[in-house]
């Protein structure tokens, strides 16, 4: 009886410590905005939705155009594809992404090494 309960309470101890590995994101889902003095309204942008894995990304709310896709999360990589072109972000953190690859697309091309920091207000 004893040998039968120390096998349930170590299953239960294994189970626990299992349970504990998250499979959470390091990304939030959600606008980040570039650093820097930009004029209000002309803030590039990249919003993501984790519940599908899609993003914009655009210079700006007052511009119409913005870059539309998916995404995939690679380690402390974001990448970013669209149909004509793929933008890689390095993850600093759940709120910080930096551009490294701005994926030579013909109409957005924003600034390799820009800083995109999330935020819950508009700009």
Do not use: H, W
Request: charged share 15%; with cysteine.
């Amino acid at each position: 009886m004893k040998r039968i309960l120390c096998c349930l309470i170590c299953l239960v101890i294994l189970f626990l410590f299992v349970g504990c590995n998250s499979n959470t994101t390091p990304v939030l889902s959600g606008v980040y905005y570039a650093e820097g003095d930009y004029k209000e309204g002309l803030t590039p942008y990249v919003s993501l939705s984790l519940d599908d894995n899609t993003f914009s990304m655009g210079a700006g709310s007052l511009f119409s155009f913005a870059v539309n896709g998916s995404f995939v999360i690679e380690k402390d990589t974001l990448v970013a594809t669209t149909q004509s072109a793929t933008f890689v972000f390095d993850i600093t953190d759940s709120n910080t992404l930096v551009l490294v690859d701005n994926g030579d697309n013909e109409f957005f091309q924003p600034a390799e090494n820009s800083e995109f920091v999330y935020s819950e207000n508009l700009k």
